[in-house]
């Protein structure tokens, strides 16, 4: 799957596609310059260009949001036969492309907790309630990330239904929280 990430939706929905990046639901971000500065993410290994910055400054920055903290990562750019390329850019190696086969779908759906460190949820406290009363294995259990007032939990996308009708409306902490899928 994928993920957008642009100016025209909203920031909690930004923030989304960047968790569900992040732990493994999207396999892809398709991003205007909006992601070229400010988001950190140590999991972006590839830049795919498939409209060119005007100045060498910005393609700079989008190429910064790979190869972060001393890790490798690779800007590519998709251009026509004939399209020229910026002075900025003209040592770029050129490759065809190769047919490649279609990546598999991802093995992971994300779920909404409706409790967070407000409510001193920890990540144990979710993965307790998910492994115990939800009968998921430590394998089934992907990434979790807790905010202010809710949590992010990846789940084997098997698993979601089940798991669902078995934890949702459960207490933790003292806290009636709601399980859904995002």
């Known amino acids: 799957g994928h993920g957008c990430f642009y100016g025209g939706i909203e920031q909690k929905d930004r923030e989304r596609a960047l968790i ?5 639901t999207h396999q ?26 005007l100045k060498a400054h910005e393609f ?6 790979t190869a972060r903290m001393f890790n490798d990562g690779t800007a590519y750019i998709l251009k026509w036969k004939n399209e020229d390329l910026p ?8 490759e065809e492309f190769q047919k490649a086969p279609i990546a598999a779908a991802s093995v992971w759906k994300t779920l909404f907790v409706s409790g967070g460190r ?18 998921l294995t430590s ?10 007032d809710c949590a ?17 409306n ?3 902490k003292n806290k009636k929280v709601r399980v859904t899928v995002i």
Do not use: W
């Open 20 to 24: 569900k990046f992040r732990n493994g």
């Open 28 to 53: 892809l971000i398709v991003a205007t310059d909006l992601a070229a500065r400010g988001i950190d993410i140590p999991e972006i290994k590839f830049i795919i260009h498939y409209q060119l910055p």
């Open 60 to 65: 700079t920055h989008r190429n910064g949001r």
């Open 87 to 94: 002075d900025f850019i003209r040592n770029a190696e050129v």
């Open 118 to 135: 407000k409510d001193k949820i920890s990540k144990g406290d979710i993965a307790g309630l998910f492994i115990k009363q939800g009968k």
């Open 139 to 148: 394998d089934q259990l992907g990434t979790i990330e807790i905010k202010l």
């Open 152 to 168: 992010f939990v990846a789940v084997h996308a098997f698993e979601v239904d089940r798991l669902i009708q078995l934890v949702d």
């Open 170 to 172: 459960s207490r933790l």
